[in-house]
């Protein structure tokens, strides 16, 4: 695979580690496809980086279907998708498609858009590579019930059960689809200096911008550990599945994603939202 020009999909590729890694990649033999909401940060990155790029906001489903159909119809393959997009953000806010806007954004719309293009993963052999937080075992606790946090929504309690939600996906992911080529991974990318949390208040705001921010990794550093999952081959550099604390240790996470009951529930109810079948 590596000898041949590979096509990688990066979400959340206009900032943060998305477009760091997005630098770091660009080179001869890759074929990059950058995703971002920012049109001018997405355009500028993608020039730097010799890159194609598409927009869409991810508090928009029509905008995520619609993302689908531009990649499906330019990309013959994709050897990754790196669903990368997502944040912290104050609420609960419900999004103009009536889903809670950090559930939404988080898992959701990386849900819708896995889905659609399922078809060329599976042909291509790809590899899913999601953008997860050991926020999942610190502020996660999913409610079967209320998967959106409507009756206990705190930033932190929605972004951990969201982050909980990424590796439950990979995790559904492999149990699916790994018997039929594809593979899948979720991985903490490090306490990383972005604009994480901008849209908050509070604590992680006082982290993320504050006096503290100077003991953070940079984004730089955090890109590199999502190249390392793009960039490294399934079953030797990380095993389909798994949920990574960093590219070469595995993670101990909240422990709802070692139950299969809660990991084909949380599918199911998904699926059913967004009233798709996969």
């Not at 991810?58 to 531009?70: Q, Y």
């Not at 990649?71 to 944040?87: F, P, Q």
């Not at 030797?236 to 994603?257: D, M, N």
Request: glycine share 10%; aromatic share 8%.
């Amino acid at each position: 695979m590596m000898g041949a020009e590979r096509t990688i999909v990066i979400t959340g590729a206009s900032d943060g580690i998305g477009a760091a890694a997005a630098r770091q990649l660009a080179g001869a033999g890759v074929r990059l496809v950058l995703v971002g909401r920012s049109p001018q940060k997405t355009k500028a990155v993608a020039e730097e980086t010799g890159a194609e790029y598409h927009l869409a906001d991810f508090t928009r489903l029509d905008e995520v279907r619609l993302l689908a159909e531009a990649i499906g119809s330019s990309c013959e393959r994709i050897d990754v998708l790196a669903n990368n997009a997502g944040g912290m953000f104050s609420g609960p806010t419900a999004t103009p498609d009536g889903f809670e806007k950090t559930f939404q954004v988080n898992h959701l719309a990386p849900f819708l858009l896995t889905h659609l293009l399922l078809g060329t993963l599976l042909e291509s052999r790809a590899s899913v590579v999601n953008t997860s937080s050991i926020g999942a075992r610190l502020f996660g606790g999913i409610d079967l019930e209320d998967l959106e946090d409507w009756r206990s929504f705190t930033p932190s309690k929605a972004y951990g059960d969201a982050k909980l939600a990424n590796i439950l996906f990979a995790k559904g992911l492999h149990d699916r689809f790994h018997e039929r080529g594809l593979s899948s991974v979720a991985f903490h990318p490090g306490t990383v200096a972005t604009n994480f949390a901008s849209d908050t208040d509070g604590y992680f705001r006082r982290i993320y911008h504050g006096a503290l921010k100077r003991f953070l990794i940079s984004p730089e550093r955090g890109g590199r550990r999502l190249r390392y999952f793009i960039e490294g081959a399934p079953g030797e550099a990380w095993a389909s599945g798994e949920y990574r604390v960093s590219p070469r240790r595995r993670g101990r996470t909240h422990r709802q994603a070692y139950d299969p009951v809660v990991v084909r529930e949380h599918w199911r109810r998904s699926e059913e939202m967004l009233g798709i079948r996969w």
